[in-house]
C-alpha cells in the first residue's frame, strides 16, 4: 500500500518557486516526512525531512500541515539542475520506501 | 569529502557468474543498506545492515547475500546471477537509526546486466 501520493509530474520556470505537493493522510505519530531527490539516475539525495514543524535548509523549506496529512515540499528559485525526480517518503524505522516520485521539469 | 562508494559503476555479466560488488563509506556510518531500481518498481531494499555482523533482509533479498564484516564495508554478492538481476543498484549508509531522523547518503550507483 502506498503510503503517500504526489502528482505525476509537474514544471516551473526558472528562478520561481516550485510547490511540490505530497499526501500522507495515513501518517502515524511517530512517522517523518522526507524527501529525496533523483536526478538522471544518479544516487538518490536527500533534501530535507519533519515530524509536525515546518523545516528550512538551504535547499529547501518543507511545510507540513497541522493535521499532517499533506505537506509540500518548496524550491525557492528553481534552477535547471533541479530537474528531478522528487520522492516524498513517511517512515518511523529505518526503512525507506520509495515510491514513484514526482518529475519536475524545470523550464529556463 | 564524505562519501559513500561503489565499484564497479557498469557491470555486464553472463549468468551463474558470480559477482561482488563493492560499497564503502568513509562517515563512520552504523546503518548501511542496498536498494535495487528498476523501471516502473521504483527502489526496493535488497539488504540491510544496523552494525557489525548485523544484517538483514529487505523486501527482495532472493539471490543476494551481504557481508558486514567491518563498519565501513558491505558488499551484495550474487552467488549465481539470473537475467532478473539486471537492474541498477544503489548502497546508502547513515549514521545510527534509532531516532528515524537519519537521513540516508546514497552511492552513484552500479549499473548490472545478466545476459
Known amino acids: 500500500d502506498a503510503k503517500t501520493t504526489q502528482p505525476t509530474s509537474m514544471d516551473c520556470a526558472e528562478g520561481r518557486a516550485a510547490n511540490l505537493p505530497c499526501n500522507h493522510s495515513?501518517?502515524?505519530?511517530?512517522?517523518?516526512v522526507y524527501w529525496y531527490r533523483q536526478i538522471h539516475s544518479q544516487g538518490p539525495q536527500y533534501i530535507i525531512h519533519?515530524?509536525?514543524n515546518n523545516e528550512t535548509n538551504e535547499m529547501a523549506s518543507l511545510i507540513i500541515t497541522e493535521d499532517r496529512k499533506s505537506s509540500t515540499l518548496i524550491l525557492p528559485h528553481a534552477t535547471l539542475r533541479d530537474t528531478a525526480v522528487y520522492y516524498c517518503?513517511?517512515?518511523?524505522?529505518?526503512?525507506?520506501?520509495f515510491g514513484k516520485g514526482i518529475t519536475l521539469s524545470v523550464r529556463p | 569529502e564524505a562519501q559513500v562508494t561503489q565499484n564497479p559503476r557498469y557491470l555486464i555479466t553472463v549468468t551463474g557468474k558470480k559477482l561482488t560488488v563493492t560499497c564503502s563509506q568513509n562517515?563512520?556510518?552504523?546503518?548501511m543498506s542496498w536498494y535495487r531500481q528498476d523501471p516502473g518498481l521504483g527502489l526496493r531494499q535488497i539488504y540491510y545492515?544496523?552494525?557489525?555482523?548485523?544484517?538483514d533482509k529487505g523486501d527482495v533479498p532472493e539471490g543476494y547475500k551481504v557481508s558486514r564484516k567491518e563498519k565501513r564495508n558491505f558488499p551484495l554478492i550474487l552467488e549465481s546471477p539470473s537475467p532478473n538481476q539486471t537492474s541498477l543498484y544503489f548502497c546508502?549508509?547513515?549514521?545510527?537509526?534509532?531516532?528515524?531522523?537519519?537521513?540516508?547518503?546514497f552511492g552513484n550507483g552500479t549499473r548490472l546486466t545478466v545476459t
Open positions: 562517515m563512520n556510518h552504523e546503518y
Open positions: 519533519g515530524l509536525k
Open positions: 546508502a549508509s547513515s549514521p545510527k537509526q534509532k531516532r528515524y531522523n537519519s537521513p540516508l547518503h
Open positions: 517518503i513517511v517512515t518511523a524505522n529505518s526503512k525507506l520506501t
Open positions: 495515513t501518517i502515524s505519530g511517530n512517522e517523518y
Open positions: 545492515s544496523m552494525n557489525v555482523e548485523v544484517t
